[in-house]
Nanobody, 117 residues
Framework: QVQLVESGGGLVQPGEALRLSCAAS????????MQWHRQAPGKERELVAG?????????LYADSVKGRFTISRDNTKNTAFLQMNSLKPEDTAVYYC?????????WGQGTQVTVSA
């Protein structure tokens, strides 16, 4: 059974940091690129960051998070991460991880991140 389970979300103040985790099981994690997406209320889901199956090469970031967010993965633990620093109220959203290999894709259930004073 394929599972992607996000964790680490919560309520923080502007300027603070959070680290999201995405634990994968039920498929060969090392074959899949990983992405983080987010969806704010009333808005479409958007790609936030992406990393290759090996973790090497260039990582992909949305312009709105460049310099503040860092995507990484630990293939020994079948887990992807999103380190989010200097959080802003506009980062408030449900964050989803996605595993992709060709036309095969799996989504997690999402974790809520709220940035508010």
């Amino acid at each position: 059974q394929v599972q992607l389970v996000e964790s680490g979300g919560g309520l923080v103040q502007p300027g603070e940091a959070l680290r999201l985790s995405c634990a994968a099981s039920g498929f060969t994690f090392t074959h899949y690129a990983m992405q983080w997406h987010r969806q704010a209320p009333g808005k479409e889901r958007e790609l936030v960051a992406g990393i290759s199956s090996t973790g090497g090469g260039n990582k992909l970031y949305a312009d709105s998070v460049k310099g503040r967010f860092t995507i990484s993965r630990d293939n020994t633990k079948n887990t992807a991460f999103l380190q989010m620093n200097s959080l802003k109220p506009e980062d408030t959203a449900v964050y989803y991880c996605k595993a992709i290999m060709g036309r095969s894709a799996y989504w997690g259930q999402g974790t809520q991140v709220t940035v508010s004073a």
